[in-house]
């Protein structure tokens, strides 16, 4: 059994337990989240530019004025409550 609290040991600073669980900033974890950056950056670059002849032929009548006419439709009536009814009140079930 070793005994911890010989004289030859140097003194270590106490932490609490939540800076003991935490790490270290510094250089290394700057340059891990710089690199995994530009990774993702790169991939999502990639994955556009694979995927970017499709994305374009998929809309080919873009700004045509003949596809619009399909969606014209005429204005829908107004709704006219009868006399004598409350129309701001909710209606019953």
Not at 24 to 46: C, K, N
Not at 67 to 77: R, T, Y
């Amino acid at each position: 059994m070793s005994d911890s609290s010989r004289p030859a040991d140097p003194p270590r600073p106490v932490l609490n337990a939540t800076r003991a669980r935490q790490g270290r900033f510094g250089r290394h974890m700057v340059w891990v989240l710089v690199f995994s950056t530009l990774l993702a950056a790169i991939g999502l670059f990639l994955a556009w530019t694979w995927k970017a002849p499709s994305l374009a032929s998929a809309n080919s009548d873009n700004g045509r004025a003949s596809a619009a006419k399909a969606f014209s439709a005429p204005e829908p009536a107004a709704v006219v409550p009868p006399p004598g009814t409350d129309h701001t009140a909710p209606q019953a079930p």
